[in-house]
């Protein structure tokens, strides 16, 4: 696992948007597709304005691009403002030519007795993909990468959680307060992160000082599920200054 310091966060997308461009351009060239993993928050929005620019500006096709997101609250249909389905529209998938059919979140509104085999068939779709490529991560102050909350250890699978008080409340300003905050999620597990042939973690702000510090530098442990990409042979974070200043 390696990291990488940047002066600012769009200079940090910039070069994870080119990694991702050459990912998908050289799978083109050969006649083949690319399979992302894709994130949400805050954090990977200059990823994907940069994206959409490569698009625009520069020709970048995502003809050939699947992807599958990382995770969904429970409970928001596609159309709610804060579902991740909706992010994902309005922050990339609406401004590029991705086709439709080859978006895949997991279902936030499936029937309870149904969440079980839907999270095994988002497994089985994205090993009849051929897994995946490359896996785009935030990091939570818990730790969390996609909604693998403290006490998710590495063999965990897309699966329903619970999500974490802190993760509640950081989300709460965006549901009008922490009782407007859905309280579980179907979320991706460590184990299908760590199956992705790369994966990119981006972190910006002070904020993220402390945690990715301990994700980096400290033991490998169910307490932060971050941590466990220290045994993933291709992972790089990419942070900004404020970030990194407890490296
Ligand atoms: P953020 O969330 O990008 O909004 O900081 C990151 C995360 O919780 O994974």
Known sequence: MTYEVFATPQDAAKQLAAEVAELIRSRAAAAQGAVLGLATGATPLPFYAELIRLHKEEGLSFANVTSF???EYSGLSNDHPESYWYFMHQNLFNH?????????LPCGTCAPEEVDAQCQAYEDK???????????????RTGHIG???PGSDDTTLTRLV??????????????GGAAGVPKTAITMGVATIMAAKQVRLMAWSSSKASIVKKAIEGPVTIDVAASYLQNHSDAKYYLDAPAAAEL
Do not use: R, W, Y
């Open 69 to 71: 997101n990382l995770d």
């Open 96 to 104: 590029i030519d991705i086709a439709p059919e080859n978006v895949n």
């Open 126 to 140: 994205i090993a009849a993909c051929g897994g995946l490529d490359l896996q785009i991560l935030g990091i939570g």
């Open 147 to 149: 909604f693998n909350e």
């Open 162 to 175: 619970h999500l974490d008080e802190l993760t509640i409340k950081d989300a709460a300003p965006s549901f």
